[in-house]
Nanobody
């Protein structure tokens, strides 16, 4: 299994910053893309930012210029630096990792963390 543990969420005022972390552990041969998704109340989960193991990144339009995704491959950890936070950024942030266990699966699988709450107050 691949376990993902997120940390860094909390309550912050408009314009503030938070840094989320997500560490992957368990037994796997590789971790490919890692990313962050947000689920706001009453809405579907959506991509915020993702990064592959080569460092290429993708961002939601709402995150561009304010959020930065990065990773430490040696630690199998992905980070999300969030600046200039707005009330619309409120939600549960989930980490997702694409991991490969060739002795179990024929292809890489997606794994999810338990989520961390981010609340931006105005």
């Amino acid at each position: 299994q691949v376990q993902l543990v997120e940390s860094g969420g909390g309550l912050v005022q408009v314009g503030g910053s938070l840094r989320l972390s997500c560490a992957a552990s368990g037994t796997f041969s590789s971790i490919n893309a890692m990313g962050w998704y947000r689920q706001a109340p009453g809405k579907q989960r959506e991509l915020v930012a993702r990064i592959n193991n080569g460092g290429s990144t993708n961002y939601a339009e709402s995150a561009k210029g304010r959020f930065t995704v990065s990773r430490d491959n040696a630690k199998n950890t992905v980070y999300l630096q969030m600046n200039s936070l707005e009330p619309e950024d409120t939600g549960v942030y989930y980490c997702k990792a694409n991991g490969f266990r060739p002795w179990v699966d024929s292809r890489p699988q997606d794994y999810w963390g338990q989520g961390t709450q981010v609340t931006v107050s105005s």
